[in-house]
């Protein structure tokens, strides 16, 4: 995936557009899912920290779900709002309720909701973008969320030992087919189908940690532009290290991180950036971008020119370009000072009320209620296993994925406090602490114990011995 840049000499000029797509289906680019390598070069996604500034602001207590006294705001559902069409009895199949419930909110195409403003405000300045070839940027924000592994992770590149494509990290409809990963799932069908410069949002889903900046359902972002032919003329016919070499590379590179510096500079105003190498399968060169603000610098997206592989399996062997790819819901919780993801999919009318169509208005707390801690110890194999595998096999993020199942969003962060090795037998335990929080009420003791007795019983699915 790559970055967007603006256009530098000849390649900038002219007019550049937004025009929508006139049929239903949409497309994204991976936001944060860029990868960077990992253990045996297998890449891995990093964990990006809050901002300073928002850390400080997560540690109070605040409503994200109305209470009964409280007006909520349910907008109409979109297309893809079926749970029961994620919900299908296939042995592959590790969809929740709880996240069939999240698909088709929209909430990218609600003009007044944080996540939906960051995206018009984006599509705004790419329409202002002028360049000596009239580039215009086609619009796709409302595919089905539902996409093949050949389009998610092979025309990107992805290698079949990615931890992306374990059911651990992706949730599965069929053995081939899943909740989209990134949008850049939707890349290659607009590529084959001829159009040289979109930008693709919508809805994507991964397994993942709880906390303030995590959540499974989340909003991405993602531009690719493609050069006039005759600006990449010279480079037909070179070898990978040729063309890594050329001025028409740099070419590219150029206008890639000129589009994107210019892009913080409408969304935040005049800013410091820096760039720094990063590694993306589907990019090459690759770069992620920072900026610096409040004094503070933070990672914003990722970005590259386009790998020549990924534009052979895409018919498109003849063309060179970049693609850029970031996450609403990062920008949105630095621009809004949103201190908690969940807050994006509340209803409460206290929190929609605070937003106006294309204004950037800092949140206000409206509400404050405790939380409620409650650790949970287990072994995750039994003695016999231990004694028969040298590595232990529990995956946290199934355990994280149970947590949100039995408790949905109440929970606000799971923590691991403990991790041990008994010395006899060889089995592993760990402890975590999961932090409960009501959006719109105070828990008790005796509904939280309730949930908590549930997590219990229901641990054992997952190979686990409650301690």
Known sequence: MTLPLRHLGAAVGGSARLQRSSSSARSAFPSTTLCSPGKNGVAHRPHRPLPTFLSSIQNSSFSITPANSFASTSPPLGKYATPSRYLEPHPSNNITPHIASLVGRDLHLRPSHPIGIVRSKIQEYFASLKDDNNTIYKIF??????????QCFDDLLIPPNHPGRAPSDTYYVTESTLLRTHTSAHQSQHLRSGVDAFLCCGDVYRRDEIDATHYPAFHQMEGVKLMHHSLVEG???LTREEWLKSTECQMVELDLKSTLEGLMDHLFGPTQKRWNEDYFPFTEPS???????????????????IHEQVLELSNRSDRRGWAFGLGLERLAM????????????????RFHSQFKEGKIAEFRSYSKYPPVFKDIAFWTSSEENAKESTSDEFVENDFFDLVRSTAGDLVERIELIDHFTHPKTGRSSRCYRISYRSMDRSLTNEEIDELQFKLRDDCSSLGCEVR
């Open 141 to 150: 924000d409302a595919e089905d969320p539902i996409v093949t592994s050949q």
């Open 287 to 305: 770069f992620e971008l920072e900026i610096n603000h409040n004094d503070e610098w933070m990672e914003v997206l990722g970005c590259g020119v």
């Open 334 to 349: 630095i621009l809004f000072k949103i201190p908690d993801i969940r807050l994006f999919w509340t209803d409460d009318e």
């Open 235 to 237: 480079a037909e016919g």
